[in-house]
């Protein structure tokens, strides 16, 4: 039988969060929008961590190999600066890319600045994990996962967690089957083939 709920890992980077200079924005935003968006339990694994590259991976590696999460985003760390090394610990531990999402939330963002050409956030497939970079600022984190709408409420620009559910079907095996993620409409739709819409979602 498929799991009744979602095991999700959140990472936040940050040299100053993680040192306590100030609180960390990034897993409280995080939190805050997929309560809102996602409608199947979740099972939340968070974790604070400096800009050290190898921390990055081991914390990626713990929530996938260890935790079991089936999807982890991670916020900040995604710029050009020297300490900004979260695409390079991603890609460390990836098996498979996925470019698509980082072209994507790169687009976005260019709705709103055209520093967005700076950002590297990149996504990957780890074993049976979808991993997804995002960008720091709770707006932009927003912005990115819902995507844009115009005045009236219809979807001008697709946010990137129309897809998240979907992609999670296909890392299912009959071995490990994976748990079916549904969503608010309202908020984000996500996208499946008819033939792999279940009655759940029909009703």
Not at 72 to 80: C, E, R, S
Request: negative net charge; proline residues 6%; aromatic residues 6%.
């Amino acid at each position: 039988m498929p799991k009744q709920f979602i095991k999700i890992g959140l990472i936040s980077t940050s040299d100053r969060a993680s040192s306590g200079i100030y609180a960390d924005k990034g897993i409280p935003s995080l939190q805050e929008w997929l309560n809102k968006a996602v409608i199947t339990p979740i099972e939340y694994h968070t974790r604070l961590v400096a800009d050290e590259q190898e921390d990055i991976e081991q914390m990626l590696i713990d929530l996938v190999d260890y935790q079991g999460c089936q999807l982890v985003l991670t916020t900040g760390g995604t710029g050009p600066a020297a300490r900004d090394v979260t695409p390079e610990a991603t890609l460390n531990v990836a098996d498979k890319l996925m470019p698509g999402f980082g072209e994507q939330m790169r687009q976005i963002s260019l709705h709103f600045v055209p520093t967005a050409i700076l950002s590297r956030q990149v996504a990957v497939i780890r074993k049976q994990c979808l991993i997804i970079n995002l960008p720091g600022q709770p707006k932009a984190i927003a912005q990115t996962l819902e995507g844009l709408k115009d005045d009236s409420g219809s979807i001008k620009v697709h946010g990137i967690f129309a897809a998240v559910p979907y992609c999670l079907d296909l890392l299912a095996t009959d071995e490990s089957p994976m748990p079916y993620l549904e969503t608010h409409q309202h908020i984000v739709n996500a996208f499946r083939p008819a033939s792999a819409i279940k009655r759940t979602e029909l009703l």
